[in-house]
Nanobody, 120 residues
């Protein structure tokens, strides 16, 4: 059974930093691409950052230069370091992975989400 458990969210002032963690189980973590998404109230869920199994990364334009995604395969954990936070970064942040089965089916897994609130 695949499980993704996020932690690290909270309330932070504008300009502050947070580091989110997502611990994965039930998958061969080192072989999986991992992603962080976010969903603000009244908005669609959007990609924040993604890291491939090989370590390549890509970011949403809105977070480039401020956020950094990394992974620790020994700990089955993916991180999102968020610096210079802005009120518009306020959202629930979700960890995501997917598995392509031998039958060509794509199974997508999400964590439960962690709330990030940027406010003075």
């Amino acid at each position: 059974q695949v499980q993704l458990v996020e932690s690290g969210g909270g309330l932070v002032q504008p300009g502050g930093s947070l580091r989110l963690s997502c611990v994965a189980s039930g998958i061969i973590f080192s072989k999986n691409d991992m992603g962080w998404y976010r969903q603000a109230p009244g908005k669609q869920r959007e990609l924040v950052a993604r890291i491939t199994s090989g370590g390549s990364t890509n970011y949403a334009d809105s977070v480039k230069g401020r956020f950094s995604i990394s992974r620790d395969n020994a700990e089955n954990t993916v991180y999102l370091q968020m610096n210079s936070l802005k009120p518009e970064d306020t959202a629930v942040y979700y960890c995501r992975t997917s598995i392509l089965t031998m039958r060509g089916e794509l199974w997508v897994y999400w964590g439960q989400g962690t709330q990030v609130t940027v406010s003075s």
